[in-house]
């Protein structure tokens, strides 16, 4: 799914739109506090100042996360704990080889007093294994992220953020895989380590992937030879894609053991729906996207004179990693009569999308959804009120768990800062969280055999 240019536009997915967002910072006077000095080195005085004074680019993407965090993130997240999730992800980071120690001051710059803490943490690192004061401020930034905030807000530096660029111009998957980071205990995570593994929880049909023999539960670790760990996982995803017919390298870990995989990228596309008639009665239509389009094509669907008589639809929501916010109130007012479709949270506000008047469906159309665990964000929008409106029974697989709104700001050094602004439920107060939606029917897919239960348990259900 490609990243839509309006401003400011809210997306229950990986991906939405960016903007700069001006803020107003506050933080304290300039202010000198001595470090401990190394046994064998002179001291090093901290010098602090306000981000107001301009600060350099080692330090403004730290400003401007922690001012974001401040004004627009879900939840009010108290100052020492950011401040130890910073610290944290300094003294988390991989040693280097010592080159010149700092001088006799040692200068940064901070959101308040309290992130003194952080420069003393980076100080310490440079005065002891590390010669890069950038990485290790990016090391601060990410612990912010990881430690303090929900799985799905993160820093994107710049190269990887132009790559994201390109995926969010449309539903492109170059090597035919859907990933997700997950920890051991199947929660989503944020930062790409030992407890958080990118894991694949689909491969498409005719891909280079499929061809390759990549399977749902390959944990990748590393991509062209450059290991993930460290990464977020949004820069860890936009590894994958690249331009069409250029060799990549997987390394990846299976319960076998680890081999490696070496995939030529393909531009391929896949259409927004699939449609068919699965009998004279019987509508099948595969969303694989939400977008505009998709819900302007469901749209057309729907008004078929053979979809209009049908006495079922089956509606295919598996893989489907959501979307606009826009096209899910669109698609679900389509089979809804009034009422609201979700409700959406922030930090001091509440906002219901109510359904759209004028639905094309034929309400006495029986409609069965079909999910699976990769079936995340809007496709749970969807499928979850359909579900607790009685509209529809839900067969499949837990879905994803992702409950979450991102705002996309755009960094002050060209990288994308992704702030979770938003919780959404069910008109009747579901919130499906890390949990997922669980089905009214739960099937197991075949991952290994290639047949379908999932589809077969609709078919058994329809009675066809």
Known sequence: ??????????????????????????????????????ATQPETVVESSSCTAAPPRTWAIMCQAVELIDEVYV????????????????????????????????RCTIPDEAFLTVCEAVLERLKSDHDDPELLVQGALNGMFQYALDPFSSYVPPDYADQLDELGNGAVYDLGLSVSARSGAGEPCSVISMSCRLEVVSVFPITPAAGQGIVVGDIIVAVDGEPLDGLSAEAATALLFGPAGVEVQLEIER???????????????????????ITATVAYLR??????????????????????????MVLDLRDNPGGLVLAAQAIASQFLDGDVV???????????????????????????????????????????????????????????????????YSARDGGELRITVA????????DIGITGLEPDILVEPDIIGGSDPILEEAFRLLGI
């Open 75 to 106: 939840d009010e997240i108290d100052r020492a704990e950011l401040v130890a999730a910073a610290t944290l992800g300094v003294r988390s980071q991989d040693p280097t080889e010592q080159t010149d120690p700092p001088g006799d001051v040692f």
């Open 287 to 312: 969303l694989n996207t939400f977008t505009q389009q998709s819900a302007q094509l469901v749209g057309q669907v729907l008004q078929l004179s053979e979809v209009e008589t049908a006495r079922a």
């Open 342 to 408: 979700m409700v959406e949270r922030g930090r001091d506000y509440e906002y219901p999308w109510e359904v759209i008047d004028g639905g094309l469906a034929n309400p006495s159309m029986q409609l069965v959804v079909l999910v699976n665990r990769a079936s995340a964000s809007a496709s749970e929008v969807l499928a979850a009120v359909l579900k607790e409106q009685g509209r529809a029974t839900v067969i499949g697989e837990h879905t994803f768990g992702k409950n979450l709104v991102q705002q996309v």
């Open 255 to 277: 319960s076998t053991g680890p081999l490696t995989k070496s995939l030529i990228r393909e531009d391929f596309r896949f259409d927004p729906i699939e449609f068919e008639m």
């Open 423 to 430: 919780r959404w439920e069910t008109p009747g107060g579901l």
């Open 1 to 38: 799914m490609r990243r839509s240019s309006i401003a400011l536009m809210l997306v229950l997915a990986a991906c939405g739109g960016a903007s700069t967002q001006p803020l107003v910072p506050t933080a304290p006077p300039t202010t000198s506090v001595p470090s401990v000095p190394a």
